[in-house]
């Protein structure tokens, strides 16, 4: 089984992502020519439940950035950056 990513948003709700890492080639593929923020939000809509999104949507700035920050700190590759290019 794949490693997930696990972080609780400031309201107690819990949010498990696939670490960049294990990003299902699909969605990279779908995101690559994407803008780094239009990538994130892809990302997280494809893969979060619609009760995970209403909590995310209640994060201000400074808290998403947060949960972004942490997501890409947890995972070997980061935003925008393929799993062949850390091998290089």
Known sequence: MLEKFHHTLPDGHPIELPKFENMPLGLVRKTRRMQPADQVFTMLEELLSETDLEHLDKLDKSQFNE??????????????????????
């Open 67 to 88: 949960l972004t920050e942490a997501w890409q700190a947890g995972s070997a590759v980061t935003l925008g950056e393929s799993p062949a290019s850390t091998s290089s």
